[in-house]
Structures are given as C-alpha cells and as structure tokens.
C-alpha cells in the first residue's frame, strides 16, 4: 500500500506571494493533519480534516486555510506569504479518529525569499 | 491544553549499547496516547512505538520499549543494542483520545537529537 505523498517537495516563494500544498493520504484514510515544523517553534499542528470537514485548528493566522476533497486528498494554502513561513510543512493521514495512529508524509519544504 | 517537555536536547551513545530518552507531559485529560517517533536526516517521520494511557503494562517493539509512569506524567524511552541506524531526532508527542466530532491532534516536544557513534 503507497505511503503518504506530499507534492511539491521543494518549493522556494517571494513575500507576498501565496502557495499551495499538496497531501494524498493513504488508501481508506479519512483524517489528514497538517504541521508546520521549524527550528524556532518546532513542530506545530496547523489543522485536520476529516470527510471534507476541518475538525481542528491550530493557532495559526487565517493567512493559513485547507480543504478536504471527497477522495480525502488535502491541500493547504498560505496567502501573503512572510518569510517567517519557511518551513516543513508535514502532512500526516489516519484511518480516523478512533485509530490515531498518524503516517507522515515526507513534507514540503517551503523557502520564502 | 496539553504539554510535552523533552529535556534532553542532544545524546549520544556507543553502537550496540542501550540509551534512554526522557520525556514529560502535563494533561488534565484521563484517555490519551502517547507516541514516540523518530525523524532521520531524511526528515521522514516515522513511528517508533505507541502506549495507550489506560495500558499499565508498557509497550514494547523489538529494541524499543518505554517506561510509562502516569501519575509522574512520565514516558521515556529506551533503545537497546543501539545502531548506527538509530541515529535520529526523536519526538515524544501526546494525543487525546480522538472521536467523530472532537478530531485528533499530535502535540510535540521539542525534540532529541541522538547521535549513535561506531
């Protein structure tokens, strides 16, 4: 069964621009979780999907949004990008909620000149 | 809200030699998992080995087993016959207990990064 896929895996962005990441999660998964990891804050949770639905949020700006389609593959977008966004963005999907066992994709890393 | 506290930000151990990583939590929550993983260079996350909070008995996965202590809200783990493998950032992350409406979230700590020396 194919791992978690994430694309792109490199991206490099200006301020000011906005970006779109992609998450296709495991055959028969329905949650999909976003992180944000840096060296300055770590690994934070930015938001979970699950049947098209975001369940959860972090506290991150509203510059930050997702969506869920109906074959569970997820995107997230970052508008007005600021160079504090540089970062890997990790994408991680679950069954469900009943079992949270969460498979990592192998992230985006997003560099914002 | 929920905390993870992982005191030890490097370590290092001999190949073939066993090593303990320390973890700490603050929850008022009764039903949760906790969770190691491991995240090589290739930054690849990937599960080391879960416990369910209302499990005494602690979990164990070949080389890998933790030291569950919940009322000291404590979870270290330890990796038996290191190997140059094994080289790695470790996380220690908390999740409560998902359900249909109430989602599920990991929460992190900051990190160990474990360096096994030949």
């Known amino acids: 069964k194919a791992g978690v896929t994430q694309t792109p895996r490199y991206l490099i962005k200006t301020r000011g621009q906005q970006v779109t990441l992609s998450c296709s999660p495991i055959?028969?998964?329905?949650?999909v979780s976003w992180y944000q990891q840096t060296p300055g804050q770590g690994l934070q949770f930015l938001f979970e999907y699950f049947s098209e639905t975001q369940r959860n949020k972090g506290n991150f700006p509203g510059r930050f949004s997702g969506r869920q389609f109906s074959n569970s593959r997820s995107e997230m977008n970052v508008s007005t990008l600021e160079l504090g966004d540089s970062a890997l963005y990790l994408c991680?999907?679950?069954?469900?909620?009943?079992?949270?066992?969460?498979?990592f994709g192998p992230g985006t890393r997003l560099t914002v000149l | 809200a929920q905390t993870v506290t992982q005191s030890q930000p490097e370590m290092s151990v001999q190949e073939a030699e066993t090593v303990t990583l320390s973890c700490t939590y603050d929850?008022?929550?009764?039903?949760?998992?906790l969770f190691w993983y491991k995240q090589p260079p290739s930054r690849q996350m990937i599960l080391v080995i879960r416990q369910e909070a209302y499990k005494q008995q602690n979990a164990t996965e070949n080389r890998f087993s933790v030291n569950f202590q919940k009322a000291a809200k404590s979870f270290s783990l330890k990796i038996s016959d290191s190997q140059l493998g094994d080289t790695a950032m470790y996380f220690c992350?908390?999740?409560?207990?998902?359900?249909?409406?109430?989602?599920?979230?990991?929460?992190f700590g900051e990190g160990t990064q474990l360096t096994v020396n030949p």
């Open positions: 991680a999907s679950s069954l469900d909620s009943y079992y949270n066992e969460q498979f």
């Open positions: 055959s028969g998964h329905r949650s």
């Open positions: 992350a908390f999740m409560k207990q998902g359900g249909e409406t109430s989602g599920s979230r990991l929460t």
């Open positions: 929850t008022s929550e009764n039903n949760y998992y």
